[in-house]
């Protein structure tokens, strides 16, 4: 079965692959329709163009673009050969205009990036202001430079930790900008035998860790993988 890209819905980590068709596909193959000439660069989002401006880049290119993403996500985020950690364990939360325009009165400085009736938030900035960057409870941390990454701090991290942590810090950004869960975590994590990801291969590196229970965290796409002897769902190839 083929999806185009009107199919899939695509969102900010968003698609039809997580809602209406959610648990009935396996992606087998994505193909991309890339530009080679009259790009259109969207550099306003985040801190690009201020990485641009320290690299004296006034017309950038693909390249240039490129390079300062790495830059950013390098100067912030660690690395996963070196540190066990979840990558971006919270999505920017989107919320709808007049609850932005409501808390903007109440934090003026909360960020903002506007989609027409909605609002993208920052999470990093949201658990910041709570107090998680560089906090560590048990063999689980928020990182010290970017407070949405989740670390295995000690290298011993169980399941556990790492759901009671994230849970923590979703109740307290709750309690303080009354942004819900749905809106907040990039998918339910589950916690599964530590086993069976090691025979696919995965390591600390890769997922959060193994500890006294044997128990690792992993999305749901890769548990169905995991917890599927023989791989017997409908594959899918996007176009996009």
């Known amino acids: 079965m083929i999806f ?8 900010y980590r968003e698609s039809i692959f997580k809602n209406e068709v959610k648990d009935e ?8 329709k890339l530009t080679k000439k009259n790009h259109k660069l969207n550099t306003s989002y985040g801190a690009i163009e201020t990485e641009l401006e320290k690299q ?10 490129s390079d300062a993403v790495i830059s950013i996500r390098q100067s912030k985020l660690p690395d996963p050969k070196e540190l066990g950690n979840s990558g971006s364990f919270f999505k920017n939360p ?20 506007p989609n027409g009736d909605f609002v993208k ?11 998680w960057k560089g906090k560590q409870i048990g063999n689980v941390a928020s990182h010290k430079l970017q407070a949405l990454v989740i670390i295995n701090a000690t290298g011993n991290a ?45 390591d600390r590196s890769m997922i959060m860790g193994y500890g006294h229970d044997d128990r690792v965290c992993a999305y749901p796409s890769l548990i169905a993988l995991l917890n599927t002897p023989q791989v017997t769902r409908t594959g899918v190839c996007i176009l996009v």
């Open 25 to 32: 596909f396996i992606i087998t193959s994505v193909v991309f």
């Open 158 to 202: 169980t399941g556990k930790e790492v759901f009671d942590f994230s849970t923590m810090i979703i109740d307290s950004v709750k309690e303080k900008y009354g942004i819900e869960e749905e809106d907040f975590l990039s998918a339910e994590l589950e916690a599964v035998p530590a086993g069976p990801a090691r025979d696919y291969g995965l």
């Open 56 to 65: 004296h880049i006034t017309n950038p290119t693909l390249k240039d673009v």
């Open 94 to 113: 989107t919320i709808p205009l007049t609850q932005y325009e409501t808390l903007k009165l109440k934090f003026e400085d909360i960020p903002g990036y």
């Open 121 to 131: 938030v920052p999470a990093g900035w949201l658990i910041e202001q709570c107090g």
């Open 4 to 11: 185009t890209n009107e199919k899939c819905k695509f969102g």
